[in-house]
């Protein structure tokens, strides 16, 4: 059973340029987050999704930061016009289901991507 | 807002011996989870331990345990027989039951010497 999938695992951009992240989730997993660790740092919520559906971006940058999970395909977190300040190390994770009584209440998280913005 | 607090940047200890990794968090819920994740070179993000709040005996997975304290909302690592394997980052995270996020403290770089 493969894990959460991230791709790619490095990424290099030019100041104005965009990236793109994918992330597939553990077979069976609906249930999408992304999480940014800039160095040094722990790791930071940024959105969680459902399939089709944005359920809490609430730590998502206000412009330039998107994310999406299609019906079909990955999940996407897309950042346009990068900084050097988006340099960091970006985290997918999954989970079965809407946590609730009797989950364990884990997520499985992916290697992540490394995004080096020049 | 929950927060999660870790108050030791770094930590070492000699191999073989034992070390408590600290963490406090801030919440007014009663229900709710408790992790350890472990971060090692790779980046890769693995789970070390889990506790749930309404449990009070104290989770054990082989050479891990934890204390938790939940009056005094404290949640201590304690990794045995440290092996030069156990060298990493280590996050505590907090989860409400309801919530889907976790919450991350600061982390704590571990480092074993021979």
């Known amino acids: 059973n493969a894990g959460v999938m991230q791709n790619p695992r490095h990424l290099v951009r030019r100041r104005g340029q965009e990236a793109r992240l994918r992330c597939s989730p553990m077979?069976?997993?609906?249930?999408v987050y992304w999480y940014r660790q800039l160095p040094e740092e722990g790791l930071k919520f940024m959105v969680y999704?459902?399939?089709?559906?944005?359920?809490?971006e609430s730590g998502m940058p206000k412009e330039r930061f998107s994310a999406e999970f299609p019906k079909e395909g990955p999940s996407i977190l897309r950042i346009q016009q990068v900084v050097r300040g988006d340099s960091a190390a970006y985290f997918c994770?999954?989970?079965?289901?809407?946590?609730?009584?009797?989950?364990?209440?884990?997520?499985?998280f992916g290697e992540g991507s490394r995004l080096t913005v020049l | 807002a929950q927060t999660v607090t870790q108050s030791q940047p770094e930590m070492s200890v000699q191999e073989a011996e034992t070390v408590t990794l600290s963490c406090t968090y801030d919440?007014?819920?009663?229900?709710?989870?408790l992790f350890w994740y472990k971060q090692p070179p790779s980046r890769q993000m693995i789970l070390v331990i889990r506790?749930?709040?309404?449990?009070?005996q104290n989770a054990t997975e082989n050479r891990f345990s934890v204390n938790f304290q939940k009056a005094a909302k404290s949640f201590s690592l304690k990794i045995s027989d440290s092996q030069l394997g156990d060298a990493a980052m280590y996050f505590c995270?907090?989860?409400?039951?309801?919530?889907?996020?976790?919450?991350f403290g600061q982390g704590t770089r571990l480092t074993i010497n021979p």
């Open positions: 994770a999954s989970s079965p289901r809407l946590i609730a009584g009797g989950s364990t209440g884990e997520l499985f």
């Open positions: 077979k069976g997993h609906s249930h």
């Open positions: 999704l459902q399939k089709e559906n944005i359920i809490d």
């Open positions: 919440t007014s819920e009663s229900d709710y989870y």
């Open positions: 506790q749930e709040a309404y449990k009070q």
């Open positions: 995270a907090y989860r409400d039951q309801g919530a889907q996020k976790l919450v």
